[in-house]
């Protein structure tokens, strides 16, 4: 007389639209060879039958089946195909291990990088304006954007501005970062002659170190123009005119640039200091610079704390334009300009000789940093910016 089957407990539901999990095909293994049928054991896993027939119908083994098992497993997958009828799924047999693989194989669904080559075919994905597939397009675009050291999500923020209709020429920032530096992805990185992807030049992010406290340091040339004290309109970045400055050093400390940039718009200026970075200098250079700006966007400078803005005075008396100055170690104070000093490192890196560059040559980097879309600005330049701003205030 054959053994009653024990009615299964049933488990608690699962999460909607869940995958069947090894732990749960190892269950229906060991139901499966004691017999169980499929309603049982979905009512056990808390999943609708459906599922579970489904699972074995993609995953059943015919070198499992009731042929391959002991007489006792013969002859109750027997009953049970007979009692249900003709040669349906109770025929095959089911090994959770082997069903793990098959499962993952098919979830994982390779796919090829977008930026991957493309045969110019003239059929889906041709671009007749181009003469070449968008795929083509999309990859000859993004390189020539990296190229001139844009972002990858600047590149992806301009793609979806200038084809809002074209996803096919349309990338994530995510995407180029792996056709850059994952292999076989894409391998951007065969087409650029020099590694401009990633300003830092570093493969991996590294964590921030703890900045200690304020170092109080004698310096009093900066006594009473504090950044405190500077106008409150400056920290909100609504009213445009709010300057941020700082020196980036060459090799061996020998040379130095100028850097400004206006806090609204981002805008870059850039000074050469072909007699050194002294202090009289730096102001001389600085009110050459002031000189291309109209007087109501010249309202204020935020400077490092270094010694070079000690004759500052002579500054504001040139221009009218106030020196305020950050505290010692809070370079987010300076922000703006700090993170416009990690773009310009693209172009003079560290230990690089700066007094090779002309001024023509620091104008050509400021006009190429100002015609570069900015996430801050809405995918604006600065160039753009500051031209709304102009008009602005000429009406």
């Known amino acids: 007389m054959p053994m009653p089957m024990p009615m299964p407990m049933p488990m608690p539901m699962p999460m909607p639209g869940a995958r069947l999990g090894e732990s749960e095909r190892v269950r229906i293994e060991a139901w499966w060879v004691a017999g169980w049928s499929i309603p049982q054991m979905a009512t056990a896993l808390g999943r609708d039958r459906s599922t579970v027939w489904r699972e074995i119908k993609r995953n059943n083994s015919a070198r499992h089946g009731p042929k391959h098992g002991g007489r006792a497993l013969r002859e109750r997958l027997e009953r049970r195909r007979t009692r249900r009828g003709g040669d349906g799924l109770y025929r095959w047999g089911y090994q959770a291990r082997r069903a793990q693989i098959r499962a993952d194989a098919r979830a994982r669904r390779p796919r090829g990088c977008k930026l991957g080559f493309e045969p110019n075919s003239r059929g889906r994905g041709w671009c007749p304006q181009w003469g070449v597939g968008t795929s083509t397009l999309l990859r000859r675009t993004v390189v020539n954007k990296l190229a001139r050291r844009w972002s990858p999500q600047q590149i992806s923020a301009w793609l979806r501005e200038n084809f809002p209709d074209q996803p096919e020429l349309q990338v994530s920032h995510e995407t ?21 992807a990633l300003r830092s030049g570093r493969a991996v992010r590294r964590h921030q170190s703890e900045v200690a406290g304020v170092v109080h340091s004698r310096r009093p040339w900066a006594a009473g123009f504090n950044i405190s004290t500077r106008p409150p309109e400056a920290a909100d970045r609504a009213v445009p005119g709010h300057w941020e400055g700082d020196l980036i050093i060459g090799k061996n400390n020998a040379s130095a640039v100028i850097t400004l940039v206006e806090r609204s718009t981002r805008y870059v200026l850039l000074g050469q200091l072909p007699a050194g970075r002294g202090s009289d200098a730096v102001v001389e250079v600085l009110s050459t610079l002031a000189q291309r700006l109209p007087a109501h966007l010249l309202r204020s400078l935020t400077w490092d704390n270094g010694s070079e803005m000690a004759a500052h005075a002579g500054f504001t008396i040139a221009t009218g334009c106030p020196v305020f100055f950050a505290d010692p170690h809070h370079p987010w104070q300076r922000g703006s300009n700090e993170n416009t000093n990690g773009l310009l490192r693209q172009y003079y890196p560290k230990g690089s000789d700066l007094s090779r560059h002309t001024q023509a040559d620091l104008d050509a980097t400021a006009a190429e940093l100002n015609d570069r879309p900015r996430q801050t600005l809405s995918w604006q330049t600065p160039r753009q910016a500051l031209h709304k701003v102009l008009v602005a205030t000429a009406g």
């Open 176 to 196: 180029i970062y792996q056709a850059i530096y994952v292999q076989g992805r894409g391998n951007l990185r065969a087409e650029l002659t020099r590694q401009v």
